[in-house]
C-alpha cells in the first residue's frame, strides 16, 4: 500500500535521521540521551513518528542540522506550540515579562508535562523571567541548570565531548557560563568554557561553530586577560575571528576584533614596539568600530572613537 504525502515525508525526516546518525557513527542511544526511548528513535527513523516538534528539533540539532533544512509535518498542536514557543521568545527579548509569563502558562498546559524537551523550553524561560524580575543570579542559574539537566541528565559526571549536544543545549550551558562570569566562579567557568570549545572542535558542527564559537570566544578571551593569559588569549581571538568569517551574521566579530586589538596594543607596548605597529592595532580597533555602527551600538561607537582619537590621532571622515 502507498504511503500518503504525510507518512512518506514523515518517513524522509526519519531517514535523514538514521542517515546522518549512522554516517557520524552514533548510536541511538547517544543520539536520544536525555531526550527520548531508543524505541521512540527507532520508530521515528522508520517513519512511525512518535513525538512533536520540539523532539525532532533536538534530534537534528544533535546531529549538527537546522530544522529549517527539513519540512517537519506537525499536528495542530505542534503548530500551536510551535507558535507559541515562537511568542514567548520574543516576548522575553522584548522583556515583556507579564505577557511572557501569561503565554508560559498556557504553553505549560498544552504541552506534554512527560517530555524532557518541553520540561527544558518551559524552566530555561522561566530563569529568563526571573532574571528579568531582578532575581539573584545564583537561582537563575539553579533553574539553568535543571533546564539542562533534562536532556543532559549526567553533565557534571561525564565529560562534554562525550555528549552528543545540540545547539540548543550548548547554548543554556553558555547562558550558565554567561551568569557565572557575573558572579566571579572564573574558574568554573574557565574550565567548561575550554571544555565546549574542544567539543565543538571535535564534533565539527558547521552551524554551530558559526554561532557557539565566536561568542565563547569573546567570554574566554576576557577570562585569559583577566588572568594575564595574553597568548591564550590572543589565540582564542585568532580562532574566533576564523570561524566569523563566512558567516552571514556579525554577531562577535566586533568584540573580537576589539579585545584583539587590545592584547595586540598590550603586547606591542609592553615589548616597545608599538609604534611600528600601530597601524596593525587600528586595523582592528577600526573593524570593531564599523561592526558597532552597523548594528548600531552607538555607546560602544562613541567609546572607541574618543579612544582612537585620543590614541591614534584618528578622525572619523563619514
Request: glycine fraction near 6%; aromatic fraction near 10%; proline fraction near 1%.
Amino acid at each position: 500500500m502507498a504511503k500518503d504525502k504525510s507518512e512518506t515525508e514523515q518517513y524522509t525526516i526519519g531517514i535523514a535521521i538514521k542517515y546522518f546518525r549512522q554516517k557520524y557513527n552514533i548510536s541511538q542511544g547517544e543520539l536520544c540521551e536525555g531526550l527520548c526511548s531508543v524505541t521512540t528513535l527507532s520508530r521515528i527513523e522508520v517513519g512511525e513518528r512518535s513525538g512533536d516538534v520540539l523532539l525532532l528539533q533536538m534530534l537534528l540539532e544533535r546531529l549538527g542540522k537546522s530544522r529549517n533544512e527539513f519540512e517537519l509535518i506537525i499536528t495542530d498542536t505542534d503548530y500551536e506550540l510551535l507558535k507559541m514557543r515562537g511568542e514567548i521568545n520574543q516576548k522575553i527579548r522584548d522583556k515583556s515579562v507579564r505577557s511572557a509569563h501569561e503565554l508560559l502558562k498556557v504553553y505549560e498546559k498544552i504541552a506534554n508535562q512527560e517530555a524532557t524537551v518541553e520540561k527544558q523550553f518551559i524552566t530555561r524561560n522561566k530563569a529568563f523571567l526571573y532574571e528579568l524580575e531582578g532575581g539573584e543570579a545564583e537561582t537563575v542559574i539553579k533553574l539553568l541548570v535543571e533546564a539542562i539537566s533534562y536532556t543532559v541528565p549526567n553533565l557534571e559526571t561525564k565529560e562534554i565531548k562525550d555528549h552528543y549536544l545540540g545547539k540548543t543545549e550548548l547554548n543554556i550551558i553558555i547562558d550558565i557560563i554567561h551568569r557565572s562570569i557575573s558572579l566571579g566562579k572564573m574558574a568554573y567557568t574557565k574550565e567548561i568554557i575550554v571544555k565546549i570549545m574542544k567539543y565543538l572542535d571535535l564534533h565539527n558542527s558547521i552551524e554551530a561553530d558559526k554561532e557557539l564559537y565566536p561568542k565563547l570566544a569573546v567570554m574566554a578571551a576576557g577570562i585569559f586577560i583577566q588572568e594575564e593569559e595574553i597568548e591564550k588569549a590572543l589565540e582564542i581571538c585568532n580562532k574566533g575571528l576564523i570561524k566569523c568569517k563566512g558567516s552571514r551574521k556579525l554577531d562577535f566579530q566586533g568584540e573580537l576584533a576589539a579585545i584583539k586589538a587590545g592584547i595586540l596594543e598590550t603586547i606591542y607596548k609592553k615589548e616597545n614596539k608599538w609604534e611600528q605597529n600601530k597601524k596593525e592595532c587600528l586595523q582592528y580597533y577600526l573593524q570593531a568600530y564599523y561592526v558597532y555602527e552597523f548594528y548600531e551600538e552607538y555607546d560602544k561607537t562613541e567609546d572607541l572613537r574618543k579612544y582612537l582619537k585620543e590614541e591614534y590621532q584618528w578622525a572619523c571622515t563619514d
